[in-house]
């Protein structure tokens, strides 16, 4: 069975799931009110369910929306049934569903913004933005405070590039109660500073920045900008005051994006100890091998070869490892000198020899033994060797 065939399952035993919710949910209070018995699921929804089984989608939605005029209660069916359609990709079907069940004169309140949302949804996967702009603020005219819609909204915006439309969405989220909105509002007013400064308007950006640290004081990407205004004014000292903050950031991946001026701003700073500190704390922030590499070819830039080979030796007689060895490589054709060949011995014994002898040529399943079947796959015949040299 395919993978859609499984997920098609899946997604029938649910249906079948609350198809029995609602006729249980029907017998007892049939029961409870004591009025005549009703024992069998009605008929119509079990041709519906046969239909689906047998990918007659059209036919399937005929007999549902049919039936919701005797049973208002199949609502919940109808709107898992559009969802389905939607994650299949099959938008119209799936907008047929919802747009009929919004035409429900007796639809309650709540529900018909149940259906707003799915039909907004539609629409956003469509990609007909537009229109799932205007039914999501139609939706959000009723229930001002509905936070899936707000966030679908902000979505939306931000998939357009509308940054300032987005801010005033995650402001409203926010106040509506959505945590984690106001470090996702800073980053938006950065992504606002940075527009300004391509277009060359400094003060503009300097006041987008403002309201980011207004959000989020130590938000990262607020950090990066303010430094590289101030980096370009020359103002070395407030470059590192900004870029300083980032060496207590648990991530090392944004300082990455600044090693080169972040180097040269701890050049032309006054030479003191502090300076030092920064930069011996900057070095041993750098710890995965991409991260040893760009700093390396950063500190050639700024400081020179020599700088970034001690470096790299540094690293080395600490880390052995052949990925660092290869940009010691690069940048000294004199290496490895004799004092590192027992690390260059322990970095290649280190080496990890991909893959473990024989490996299934279909599911790539590993195994010191020889199978003639896979016995992760149960294919015949699938066991090779290594990789060729
Ligand atoms: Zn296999």
């Given at each position: 069975m395919t993978a859609s065939g499984v997920y098609m399952l899946v997604a029938l035993v649910l249906l079948v799931a609350i198809a029995l919710g609602v006729w249980v949910g029907r017998i007892t209070s049939y029961r409870k009110s004591a009025?005549?018995?009703?024992?069998?699921?009605?008929e119509i929804y079990i041709q519906g369910l046969n239909h689906l089984l047998s990918e007659r989608n059209d036919e399937a939605v005929e007999v549902f929306l049919d039936a919701l005029r005797q049973h208002p209660e199949s609502v919940d069916i109808l709107l898992a049934l559009g969802r389905l359609f939607r994650r299949r990709g099959e938008l119209e079907r799936a907008l047929r569903v919802h747009q009929h069940l919004l035409e429900q004169?007796?639809?309650a309140p709540d529900l018909r913004q149940s259906v707003l949302f799915e039909i907004a949804q539609d629409y956003l996967k469509a990609g007909i933005l537009d229109r799932a702009e205007s039914i999501l603020k139609e939706l959000l005219d009723r229930q001002p405070d509905h936070l899936e819609g707000l966030a679908t909204l902000a979505e939306l915006y931000e998939l357009g590039s509308e940054w300032m439309q987005s801010i005033a969405v995650r402001q409203r989220l926010s106040k509506a109660g959505?945590?984690?909105q106001r470090p996702v509002i800073a980053m938006l007013y950065g992504e606002l500073a940075e527009q300004s400064l391509l277009a060359g308007e400094a003060k503009q950006a300097k006041v987008f920045l403002e309201s980011a640290r207004k959000e989020d004081p130590e938000n990262p990407r607020a950090l990066v900008i303010g430094g590289r205004i101030a980096f370009d004014r020359q103002d070395w000292g407030a470059a590192l005051s900004l870029w300083e903050?980032?060496?207590?950031?648990?991530?090392e991946s944004v300082v990455l994006l600044i090693l080169q001026p972040f180097l040269s701003v701890l050049r032309y700073a006054a030479n003191d100890t502090d300076v030092q500190v920064t930069r011996e704390r900057l070095l041993k922030m750098c710890n995965s091998p991409l991260a040893v590499k760009l700093l390396a070819h950063a500190l050639q830039v700024v400081e020179g070869t020599p700088a970034a080979t001690a470096y790299l030796r540094h690293v080395l007689l600490r880390q052995p490892d052949m990925r660092v060895m290869q940009v010691l490589l690069e940048l000294d054709?004199?290496?490895?000198?004799?004092?590192l060949y027992p690390v260059m011995a322990v970095a290649v014994r280190r080496l990890a020899v991909e893959p473990a002898v024989f490996y299934c040529q279909s599911c790539g399943y590993q195994s010191p033994q020889y199978y003639?079947?896979?016995?992760?796959?149960?294919?015949?015949?699938t066991f090779s060797g290594g990789y060729a040299l």
């Open positions: 009025l005549g018995t009703s024992d069998t699921i009605p004169p007796a639809l959505a945590r984690g903050k980032l060496l207590d950031s648990p991530v054709p004199d290496a490895p000198e004799p004092a003639w079947r896979c016995p992760s796959c149960r294919q015949w015949g």
